[in-house]
């Protein structure tokens, strides 16, 4: 079956619309919808409904749109895979790396490169982004923050699950070792939900149980130290792991314990990546890390 045909399926999917779609992808529409013909045509059962407002998917396009993803995905990395065995290089990694790895994770994995005679090429990456990047072959590992929506073949091992701490501006500190959440909660500062869904609704629920909904937060993109400086400078108060309060020192910045009733909620990671050969770099560094 032709993966081009399976690319402007997706296009059309996503778009909803022939002529939005082959403005994307760069085509002439009346090609395009050729392409889709002959395409319901090899699977033998129609894709789209189509009407005056645009497409929607059948139930067979609902079906096969997950797998088209997964193909062209599998394609791109094999190509991808198959151009880099040909070109003599130095044995490089290229990892993607959420902010909460930086504090401990990456320090150790730049010392087990170096013992291996690996080279890391580190790239700040989303945790949705590494996804997308490990599934077509431009990242070979990635240290994420899960849950995630990953291709099937994809693994992820957990490394990591860091219960959640205040970092706080001093003049809200207070003196003793813990805070609660009715104090922090006029001043909080949280990541948008898109960027970790689950986490956020483990700390919403976590004041809602509290009785202190929160209904005057912030909300910022979930860059580690951009909130960290944010809260240094007076801004709010954030939940943070503790791996965070551990590592970083930082002018009017201080960390308290949640006082809270039930259990606190965690930060969890973990090392995302693709099926690796045995002698592929990734798996020798993942071998020493010994994770």
Same mark, same amino acid.
């Given at each position: 079956?032709?993966?081009?045909?399976?690319?402007?399926?997706?296009? /059309?999917?996503?778009?909803?619309?022939?002529?939005?779609?082959?403005?994307?992808?760069?085509?002439?529409?009346?090609?395009?919808?050729?392409?889709?013909?002959?395409?319901?045509?090899?699977?033998?059962?129609?894709?789209?409904?189509?009407?005056?407002?645009?497409?929607?998917?059948?139930?067979?396009?609902?079906?096969?749109?997950?797998?088209?993803?997964?193909?062209?995905?599998?394609?791109?990395?094999?190509?991808?895979?198959?151009?880099?065995?040909?070109?003599?290089?130095?044995?490089?990694?290229?990892?993607?790396?959420?902010?909460?790895?930086?504090?401990?994770?990456?320090?150790?994995?730049?010392?087990?490169?170096?013992?291996?005679?690996?080279?890391?090429?580190?790239?700040?990456?989303?945790?949705?982004?590494?996804?997308?990047?490990?599934?077509?072959?431009?990242?070979?590992?990635?240290?994420?923050?899960?849950?995630?929506?990953?291709?099937?073949?994809?693994?992820?091992?957990?490394?990591?699950?860091?219960?959640? &701490? /205040?970092?706080?501006?001093?003049?809200?500190?207070?003196?003793?070792?813990?805070?609660?959440?009715?104090?922090?909660?006029?001043?909080?500062?949280?990541?948008?939900?898109?960027?970790?869904?689950?986490?956020?609704?483990?700390?919403?629920?976590?004041?809602?149980?509290?009785?202190?909904?929160?209904?005057?937060?912030?909300?910022?993109?979930?860059?580690?130290?951009?909130?960290?400086?944010?809260?240094?400078?007076?801004?709010?108060?954030?939940?943070?792991?503790?791996? &965070?309060?551990?590592?970083?020192?930082?002018?009017?910045?201080?960390?308290?314990?949640?006082?809270?009733?039930?259990?606190?909620?965690?930060?969890?990671?973990?090392?995302?990546?693709?099926?690796?050969?045995?002698?592929?770099?990734?798996?020798?560094?993942?071998?020493?890390?010994?994770?």
């Amino acid at each position: 079956m032709n993966l081009q045909r399976f690319r402007h399926f997706i296009a /059309v999917a996503e778009t909803g619309s022939f002529t939005r779609a082959a403005e994307q992808i760069g085509m002439r529409q009346a090609p395009l919808s050729q392409s889709i013909r002959r395409l319901e045509a090899e699977i033998g059962t129609e894709l789209f409904e189509r009407g005056t407002q645009g497409v929607t998917l059948t139930r067979s396009g609902a079906a096969l749109l997950t797998e088209a993803h997964e193909a062209v995905a599998a394609a791109d990395r094999a190509i991808g895979l198959a151009r880099a065995a040909d070109r003599p290089r130095e044995p490089i990694v290229r990892l993607g790396i959420v902010s909460l790895a930086l504090f401990e994770l990456l320090p150790e994995l730049v010392t087990t490169a170096r013992d291996t005679g690996l080279t890391l090429d580190v790239r700040y990456v989303s945790t949705n982004d590494q996804v997308e990047a490990l599934a077509h072959g431009t990242l070979d590992l990635g240290l994420l923050t899960p849950p995630v929506r990953a291709p099937k073949r994809m693994k992820l091992t957990p490394i990591a699950n860091d219960p959640l &701490v /205040v970092a706080l501006p001093a003049d809200l500190a207070g003196p003793g070792p813990r805070i609660s959440l009715a104090e922090i909660e006029p001043h909080l500062i949280l990541f948008p939900r898109t960027d970790g869904p689950a986490l956020h609704d483990a700390i919403t629920n976590l004041f809602r149980i509290a009785g202190c909904p929160l209904t005057n937060r912030q909300e910022v993109p979930a860059s580690m130290l951009a909130t960290l400086g944010l809260v240094a400078a007076g801004a709010g108060a954030s939940l943070v792991p503790s791996a &965070v309060a551990r590592n970083v020192s930082m002018r009017g910045l201080e960390f308290r314990q949640l006082d809270v009733a039930g259990p606190v909620p965690t930060w969890p990671i973990a090392v995302a990546h693709m099926p690796l050969s045995a002698e592929s770099p990734a798996a020798r560094l993942l071998k020493n890390w010994g994770r």
